[in-house]
């Protein structure tokens, strides 16, 4: 299986400042395709998670464009331009490349 | 506009079978998406159980050692998780999701805790 590891685990940020979180994966998410199957997923609390990027960098439908995602074969990066009350949650990685799907353990950001 | 809508018992007696089912409300399922079971443990992370593309093609967590079991409903607005011989270890928040060819799950149902208990 493919390990997802995310640093930190923990990120406490000022409001209006950025935050970088990272994922690193123990092998390539390059697929045979030619794709990179690496999405972020937030995850407020009480709430189902919510895709915020996939294929490392594409922005889903609604998502604001202070976050970005950025990296390539085993190393990712979610980063949140300013951040706001509304992004306290966890973060996963998530590489759907290759069989298991596996996870990151997630990155709890909260407001310092 | 697509909603997905777990459903099922919340108690589920140890070595039992655990039986969830996902409405999906507003599309009809078809060859174009996956779509997937995953768990969430109180507290935890998550984790993938697995998925079925085209009505007959599915994926499993090699982790779950055969206990799975994902279909979808000859009407196709449903598809269905079943997970033999449950132990207390099996207790999660259980979620349905779409998985478009992006990769990455865009649409997500409530999720349903499950609890293995006697």
């Known amino acids: 299986d493919i390990v997802m590891t995310q640093t930190p685990l923990s990120s406490p940020v000022t409001l209006g400042q950025p935050a970088s979180i990272s994922c690193r994966s123990s092998?390539?998410?390059?697929?045979?395709?030619?794709?990179?199957?690496l999405s972020w997923l937030q995850q407020r609390p009480g709430q189902p998670p919510r895709l915020l990027i996939y294929q490392i960098s594409n922005r889903f439908s609604g998502v604001p464009d202070r976050f970005s995602g950025s990296g390539a074969g085993t190393d990712f990066t979610l980063k949140i331009s300013r951040v706001e009350l509304e992004d306290v949650g966890i973060y996963y990685c998530?590489?759907?490349?290759?069989?298991?799907?596996?996870f990151g353990q997630g990155t709890k950001l909260e407001i310092k | 506009q697509v909603q997905l809508q777990e459903s099922g018992p919340g108690l589920v007696n140890p070595s039992e079978t655990l039986s969830l089912t996902c409405v999906v409300s507003?599309?009809?399922?078809?060859?174009?998406?996956?779509w997937g079971w995953i768990r969430q443990p109180p507290g935890k992370g998550l984790e993938w159980i697995g998925s079925i593309y085209n009505s007959a093609n599915t994926y499993y967590n090699p982790s779950l050692k055969g206990r799975v079991t994902i279909s979808v409903d000859a009407s196709k607005t449903q598809f269905s998780l079943s997970l033999r011989s449950v132990t207390a270890a099996d207790t999660a928040v259980y979620y349905c999701?779409?998985?478009?060819?992006?990769?990455?799950?865009?649409?997500w149902g409530q999720g349903t805790l499950v609890t293995v208990s006697s």
């Open positions: 999701a779409r998985l478009p060819s992006g990769g990455g799950f865009d649409i």
């Open positions: 998530m590489q759907a490349s290759q069989f298991p799907y596996t």
């Open positions: 092998q390539s998410l390059v697929h045979t395709n030619g794709n990179t199957y």
């Open positions: 507003g599309y009809s399922i078809s060859n174009v998406y996956h």
